[in-house]
Nanobody, 120 residues
């Protein structure tokens, strides 16, 4: 079994910054990719950013130039640095880990989510 745990959410004013962190642990042979998704009230969950084990990144157009995803493969952690935050960034943010387990099965694990609220 694999656990994915996020931290770092909170309330921030427009234009401010927040850093989200996430750690995966458990029966992990390797992690193919890690990422962040978000879901705002009344909206579908959307991909924010992803990063592969090789460091290739992909961002949603809405966050390009403002958010930066980074990863530590040795610690199975991923971070999301969010700058110039806007009210429309308000959402529950979920961390994901695409894990290859010791039995060579591959499965996408989700964290429980952390609330980010951007408001004055």
């Amino acid at each position: 079994q694999v656990q994915v745990v996020e931290s770092g959410g909170g309330l921030v004013q427009p234009g401010g910054s927040l850093r989200l962190s996430c750690a995966a642990s458990g029966s992990i042979l390797s992690i193919v990719s890690m990422g962040w998704y978000r879901q705002a009230p009344g909206k579908q969950r959307e991909r924010v950013a992803t990063i592969t084990s090789g460091g290739s990144t992909n961002y949603a157009d809405s966050v390009k130039g403002r958010f930066t995803i980074s990863r530590d493969n040795t610690k199975n952690t991923v971070n999301l640095q969010m700058n110039s935050l806007k009210p429309e960034d308000t959402a529950v943010y979920y961390c994901t880990a695409d894990v290859r387990e010791y039995n060579y099965n591959q499965y996408l694990y989700w964290g429980q989510g952390t609330q980010v609220t951007v408001s004055s």
